[in-house]
């Protein structure tokens, strides 16, 4: 998927689901419980996420204090950082996403396929062992007739 394809879908698509689940849900249960609804699992998201950030800062500084490098904590860092936004932001399509991602197993699951993709990606670029369809380089050498 094209990077213009991902921001089409996150800020045309998404804004569209979370309204029709909005109006779906509103239906069913009412106006006042699914605004309660909303704001009830965002604060529960922050409760959650500050949590799950401080345990998350601890391994980092254990990782540190082991004299390791504390990479996969980093980005689970990251995937926090995403998951607060998902919470903050009304609905409850980005909610189930956010709180998808504060779950460890599955944040660790994520980060890995991630950082397989990524990396396979890199060894299938130019110059690595897959070739590429990736610019050429043609050594030579050239003169300019103007110059002699």
């Given amino acids: 998927m094209t990077p213009f394809q991902i921001l089409f879908v996150v800020f ?17 249960i009412g106006a006042l419980p699914t605004v309660f609804m909303v704001v009830f699992t965002a604060v529960l998201g922050a409760w959650l996420l500050r949590i799950q950030g401080f345990a998350t800062l601890r391994r980092v500084q254990e990782t540190l204090a082991q004299g390791g490098i504390p990479a996969m904590e980093m980005l689970e860092g990251a995937v926090l950082l995403i998951a607060g936004a998902l919470l903050l932001t009304p609905g409850f399509f980005t909610d189930a996403l ?7 197993s599955l944040r660790r699951a994520l980060i890995r396929r991630l950082l397989k993709d990524v990396l396979m ?6 110059g690595g062992p897959g070739g590429g369809a990736g610019p050429r380089v043609i050594e030579g050498e050239f003169r300019r007739d103007d110059e002699r």
């Fill in 12 to 28: 045309l698509l998404v804004p569209l689901l979370e309204i029709y689940l909005l109006i779906k849900v509103g239906a069913v």
């Fill in 98 to 104: 956010g709180f998808l991602c504060l779950i460890p």
């Fill in 121 to 126: 990606s890199g060894m299938r670029g130019p």
